[in-house]
């Protein structure tokens, strides 16, 4: 065959763009509907199963268009669905999806997602099995799935530019506009070459080769080692945002290593050998099972992340390495494809359906793990040859072993951290466990392996403040200060927690608790006694505390405190101008606002400093520092009001003031970037 470079490039182009686009919407409309669901991570958890549904349908689009339509209409056909798409440009979220907080936020994001961007997404995702269909139809050198490598490199090249590049510069209406040029240019790209070629011979005539279908067990073999990668990718970037680290890159940095797997293993089959990559394998797999069992702080931050990486890289080598041996011939491509997809789906809802709904703890992981390396296993061993029956049966004996252990590992360090758990619940909000310690003579809420509050069993003391919210903290002192000559304030809280500041509650005072986790209410009520101190006039409002507050008349906040973080994970929609707009029309004119920035990775400082600035308000931070064993936490509260004199309290002497940061922007809802505050 004749290789042709102009055609080969034009196909290039236009794959390579779709890719690009594929994954430079998907952080896009993360970031633009994150605000509405309170910043859980499980917004991105269901964004990518939206996606990867979306994906899957447009794999079987490609498959029937293929197999059911002659050349003609294909292009009539996706000439018209091209266009049809570009009536939803620009692309945004509509207002009336915003929650009002009794909604299934999985079913409200899914839904969302299908009006705003449906159409285009799934237009955009036809294109790397339809145009490789028809590229294979060409009389031209060069193997179609090739540029099924070119299309992960598009993909991981959005997804690495997106919070290095977009996301610092541009506020995310011009992200959306840029996009949507982007996306009409391939849309003429795409409808030219639909057009252009709308006379070429069928696919299945392209080749007079007698190839047979691919079998059950085949397709069968696709789906699931298409699934475990995509079980990992998803669980492993929740464990890592949970409990490790959720700084800017957490989200990418999975997806990009899975998409660089599949660039290395389907550009050249050179980059997957067996020899070198099982043995890593099962150096990964138990490594990737002993890590969640050591405690959060046992290696530095980076390093866990870094052995993390390497290992979930290593699985997704071996599970695309034996993908990218297993091709079909290229009349069997939008078929291959399909299961592909499928796979990726599988694990997509997996992961952001059943999980979150139907466990009581974060398994799927443990599972992932295991799942991966029974496929590897079965795959290895069904096309392996062996000389002797029993150097088989040495091999399989010993996998099945060295599974069994790695399950062991798992099962058994689930049952450790359920140990001394009175209670453990999971939604889409994350994991929460009710743990008592006898030895320490007190109740903990935990959210992962972040404590959200504990009290005392102790009678005597069950009404004391800890962790976070002890007298001595920021918050303690800026409530005491409040009821220091007055007989009733009103506090404002957002992020309930145990309902730990209740303990501040006198008769005369009134609390007003927002939380967006219906499960979250139902333990503090249940399991703790803060709320049901008969002094506390207090009311629970359910929902994200942003729209509530956008909603409601002026509350006159004596003092508004701002604790909705989840562990180091930060709510970015908490911290725009707009957000402290909003603060500020509901305290009093002498009002105070308290914000807790307690942070391993981020300094909130500049975005906590140039809000100020832009209201007009006096800022300090009040640090405290405390030793193990005592009642209190680490932490760190920014302290804001525009009363000028509040400060000369002999309470704050230690609030330190904060520099004024250097060509630092301040964030609003349409632009932030959290690489700007990395320590």
Same mark, same amino acid.
């Given at each position: 065959?004749k ?30 509907? @994150? %605000? ?10 269901t964004c990518?199963?939206f996606?990867?549904?979306?994906l @899957?349908?447009?794999?079987?689009y490609?498959?029937?268009i293929?197999?059911?339509?002659s050349?003609?209409?294909q ?14 440009l ?39 099995p ?13 193997l179609p ?20 590049l ?5 506020p ?7 996009w ?25 005539h ?5 190839e047979p ?5 085949s ?16 669980a492993d970037?929740?464990?890592?945002t ?18 660089l797997?599949?660039? @290395?293993?389907?550009?050249?089959k ?7 990559y099982?043995p ?19 290696l530095?931050t980076?390093v ?16 695309h390495?034996?993908l990218?041996q ?11 494809y399909?299961m ?6 599988a ?9 979150p709904?139907?466990?009581n ?6 599972i ?13 061993f069904?096309?392996?040859r ?5 150097r088989?049966?040495?091999a ?5 072993c060295?599974?069994?252990l790695?399950g ?15 209670l ?13 310690n ?13 404590s ?16 976070y ?8 002192k ?12 009103k ?18 005072d ?7 986790? %219906? ?12 709320l049901?101190?008969?002094?506390l ?15 409601e008349?002026?509350?006159k ?13 930060v709510p ?36 906590v ?36 004199a ?6 704050l ?17 349409d ?8 320590y």
């Open positions: 065959m290789y042709n470079a102009g055609l080969t490039f034009q196909y290039g182009l236009i794959i390579f763009l779709s890719a690009f686009l594929l994954f430079q919407v998907q952080p896009l409309m993360g970031k633009l509907i @994150l %605000p509405w669901f309170g910043g859980s991570a499980s917004v991105w958890t990518m199963l996606f990867q549904a979306t @899957l349908f447009g794999y079987v490609s498959h029937w293929v197999k059911a339509l050349p003609y209409k292009s009539i056909l996706h000439i018209a669905l091209l266009v049809l798409s570009l009536f939803l620009p692309i945004a979220p509509s207002e009336i999806w915003k929650p009002s907080g009794d909604e299934n936020p999985t079913t409200q994001i899914l839904g969302l997602l299908f009006v705003s961007i449906g159409l285009p997404y799934f237009v955009l995702s036809t294109t790397g339809l145009v490789q269909a028809w590229f294979a139809r060409e009389k031209t050198a060069g799935y090739r540029l099924f490598a070119l299309s992960n490199l598009g993909s991981m090249i959005a997804l690495l530019a997106y919070p290095t977009f996301e610092p510069l541009l995310t209406r011009w992200q959306s506009y840029s949507s040029a982007l996306f009409f240019f391939f849309v003429l790209a795409c409808g030219t070459l639909a057009w252009q070629k709308r006379h070429g011979q069928p696919l299945a392209a080749d007079d080769t007698n279908p691919p079998s059950a067990r397709l069968t073999t696709w789906i699931l080692l298409a699934t475990c990668p995509s079980i990992l990718m998803v970037t929740s464990y890592l949970e409990n490790i680290a959720p700084v800017p890159m957490i989200w990418v940095a999975p997806l990009t290593l899975y998409l797997s599949f660039i @290395l293993c389907f550009e050249s050179g980059w997957y050998q067996r020899k070198i099982l890593l394998l099962i150096v990964s797999l138990f490594v990737l099972s002993y890590l969640p069992t050591m405690e959060v702080h046992a530095p980076f866990e992340m870094a052995i993390n990486f390497a290992c979930f890289f290593v699985i997704c080598m071996a599970c390495g034996e990218a297993q091709q079909p011939h290229p009349k069997f491509l939008t078929t291959y399909l592909l997809a499928i796979g990726g789906v694990g997509g809802f997996f992961v952001g359906v059943i999980a709904y139907f466990f703890g974060n398994y799927e992981l443990s992932g793990i295991v799942l991966a390396g029974t496929i590897i296993a079965i795959v290895f069904a096309d392996q062996f000389d002797r029956t029993s088989k049966v040495i399989v004996g010993g996998a099945v060295f599974l069994a790695i062991f590992i798992r099962v058994n360090d689930h049952l450790f951290e359920l140990r001394g758990s009175k453990s619940l999971r939604n889409f909000y994350g994991t929460l466990k009710v743990i008592e006898a030895e320490g003579g007190y109740i903990n809420l935990m959210h992962g392996q972040i959200h509050g504990r009290q005392y069993t102790d009678p005597n003391r069950r009404l004391e403040p800890t962790s919210y002890v007298r001595e903290s920021g918050v303690g800026v409530i005491t200060i409040g009821q220091a000559g007055a007989k009733s304030i506090v404002g809280v957002i992020g309930l927690g145990i309902g730990t500041l209740a303990a501040y509650a006198r008769p005369d009134a609390f007003r608790f927002y939380e967006i986790n %219906p499960q979250v209410i139902e333990v503090a009520r249940e399991r703790f006694d803060f049901s101190s008969a002094s006039k207090s009311d629970l409002i359910l929902g994200d505390a942003r729209l509530r507050l956008e909603h008349p002026p509350q906040f004596d003092v508004l405190v701002i604790d909705a973080f989840s562990g180091d994970s970015v929609h908490l911290l725009t101008l707009e957000a402290f707009a909003q603060y500020f029309k509901h305290l009093k004119p002498d009002g105070v606002l308290a914000l807790h920035v307690t942070n391993r990775f981020l300094d909130l400082e500049p975005v400093w140039t809000a100020a600035e832009h209201f007009a308000a006096e800022v300090r931070m009040v640090r405290m520092e405390v030793a193990p064993g005592q009642a209190g936490f680490r932490s760190h509260w920014a302290v804001m009001t525009r009363n000028k509040y400060f000369d309290n002999a309470l002497k230690d609030a330190k003031r904060m520099e004024a940061p250097k060509n630092f922007l301040p964030w609003k809802d632009y932030s970037s959290l690489i700007s505050i990395l």
